[in-house]
């Protein structure tokens, strides 16, 4: 193993198997992780890169990675420095995940805590059943976006497509550019003085601060799929 | 599951590492569909006014010379014969005089070869490395919807140059190979995308457009599917509106790719730093030479 002028661990995929790679992250569980930082080498569109992370390591992935890069993570710092496949960082728990390119579909899927950052675009379904975990998209996200999400918050520097937020319960949703159709249930909000202030806070943690949290547009749940009602028994 | 792959030479120096790069891009897509892989290459047109028709024969020890053309090609239970017919004439011809041949393509450049089994033991069987050409497509399948075998293996021919890839399934297969049968196509298997690929040769034998065809599709197809159609001057792609079927395309100034995953299209040379987006739902994305019909 080599490591950086820094003192990062350098792991190339070309030539360590991704199991390895995995297995020496997960040894490293707990609050004093040696080495802290790593670097991993061609990821060349590998599936579930630096998964099921738990400690507070920072790890670097220099290109592309598949599926469910850093799923479950738990307090690790990963920046992905490419684009990500389906299912990015689906079920985080805490820590920071970044991606400086495009993902692709399910982003941030079910995540519970932590903080999620598409620089590019996010596919369809991203927040889906969102449960926590903050996402901050510098550009814009796919159809079915924060489908049944529950908690946490979503926000769009760019656009988003059809049937955003259908059937969402709590989740907030904030969206700078035009939006393709709201799913059902799902409305636009009044962006009150506590909602700008959410905004900006998620901005500047994402590293956004150049752009107005008061020009963002907000939704949510009108809250009337929460109970059955057979007024709305068309829209279950 | 399934995988798909298709590449698009832009640089004619790619064009004699074709097969090499479709043999990579095969090979990552492996575990995505181990039960059978086939796939399409454009290389060598056939003169004016001769057809070039890919062939399988079950049988190990069939004599291609007897089919009566110029075998071009020969591997694996497939060969490729230029006869000086057209399609319709060259098609009926082999299906009436030998009946227990299959013909997998038909057209001036398209070759069609798959087969039961490992995407990884195909490449090798077939060698795919050999191949040059300006365009090829492949597909790793994971059975669904209908048995393992060679004929339900992709690429599907849909016509004259004309083939279908499909990852994907589709839930009124059955109603619309009835109405197909009833405008005169045949069918081999029970297959779904055989319908699919039924109903493109149908709409192009009508008169659409390529892109007409493809687009009619989200009207008449019900269920999932990333489409990569093969023509001769290029490749189409297009996904069914909920897009849970994945999809990725590359361009760079030599090549364009498509794959359901960035780690087939990683194999090949300058990807990292190609233009890389997923296509939108319901939309056509066309690459051709010149006009595709």
Redesign the interface.
Known sequence: MTTTAAGAAVVDLASTSLRELNQRLHDLAGDDPQPRGWQILNP????AVACGLDAPLDVEIA??V??YCAGMNKRAVVHVR??A??GLAENMMSGTVVVD??A??SAGATGRGGLLVVRGDA??RCAISLKGLDIVVGGSI??MSAFMAQRGSLVVCGDAGDALGDSIYETHVYVLGRVGSLGADCVEKPLREQHVAEVRALLERAGFDDLDPSVFRRYGSARTLYNFHVDHAGEY | MCGIVGLYCKSPELEPRLGEYLAAMLGQMNDRGPDSAGVAVYRDPAPDGWTKLTLYSADTGFDWDAVGGEVTDARARHAVVLVEEDAAEAEASVRSRFPELRVMSAGRTIEIYKEVGLPSSFVTEFRLHEFEGTHGLGHTRMATESRVTTEGSHPFSTGQDLCLVHNGSLSNHNRLRERLRREGLTFQTENDTEVAAAYLTWRLREGDTLQAALESCLDTLDGFYTFLVGAADGFAVLRDPVACKPAVLAENDDWVAMASEYRAIAVLPGAADAEIWEPEPTVVYAWEKEPVR
């Open positions: 060349n569109g590998a599936h290109g592309h598949g599926y490419g684009n496949g389906t390119g495009n692709s579909q596919g369809a796919g159809h």
